[in-house]
């Protein structure tokens, strides 16, 4: 999947070479789009932009179903382009989660980490329950992974193969890394509501002192997770 400036993301087909679909249009973003993410199940994306907005956007639906279908058969060498998939409105969209421009978001199970610039913090946050009655947009916040993000924008968290830890650099040559898995074991090991927002100090790892002025802007952890 690729974010665009033409306020589009694309489903792609690396091995055949084919843009499946194009989420984008009435229900799209509305400025140029700057994170995209999967869901580990496949069945989702998410995508976030500088119109301040996330989207979630489905890739069960029966015609994106179909298009990834059809491009395993696509023959890239042809004359002939693969015609991909419109989707035009998310299946959720919220400008409520962050006050700027979001530059990074991820899946986190079912669950959602997402961040923008001078907000110090990632936001873990989730869709209210199906049975709950709320807005459209509605979101209900979980825990604030707290850190200084400084006034540098496009600073990419990570997580781990296992997803149980999430590292996030920043413009003062640190690196901050928190134990989402220790923090959901014990949310769930308390009687607290979700209405209660956790705020989670991580780990600090600095550069030398000659480096510290030095903006860190992505981070990624090995295999093992060390």
Not at 77 to 95: D, L, Q
Not at 113 to 135: F, G, M, N, Y
Request: aromatic residues 8%.
């Amino acid at each position: 999947v690729s974010a665009s400036r033409d306020e589009s993301a694309r489903l792609w087909d690396v091995s055949r070479g084919g843009c499946v679909a194009i989420f984008a249009g009435a229900g799209g973003h509305t400025e140029q789009v700057l994170t995209a993410d999967i869901h580990m199940s496949g069945h989702r994306l998410v995508t976030g932009g500088v119109d301040n907005t996330l989207k979630i956007w489905s890739l069960n639906s029966t015609s994106i179903q179909h298009a990834i279908k059809a491009s395993r058969e696509y023959d890239a060498s042809g004359s002939v382009p693969f015609k991909s998939v419109m989707s035009h409105f998310p299946e959720y969209s919220s400008n409520k989660v962050h006050s700027d421009y979001v530059d990074c978001a991820k899946w986190w199970g079912d669950l959602l980490l997402s961040k923008a610039p001078h907000e110090q913090q990632i936001t873990c946050w989730t869709r209210p329950e199906p049975d709950v009655l709320a807005a459209e947009d509605a979101m209900v916040p979980l825990a604030a992974l707290e850190y200084h993000t400084g006034d540098v924008w496009y600073i990419k968290f990570a997580l781990d193969n296992m997803h149980q830890m999430c590292a996030a650099g920043n413009d003062r040559g640190e690196i901050h890394v928190w134990s989402l898995h220790q923090w959901l074991h014990n949310k769930r090991g308390t009687s607290e509501t979700s209405e209660c927002v956790d705020h989670l100090r991580g780990q600090l790892l600095t550069l030398p002192p000659n480096d510290k002025k030095r903006t860190i802007r992505a981070v990624c952890f090995s295999h093992q997770a060390r």
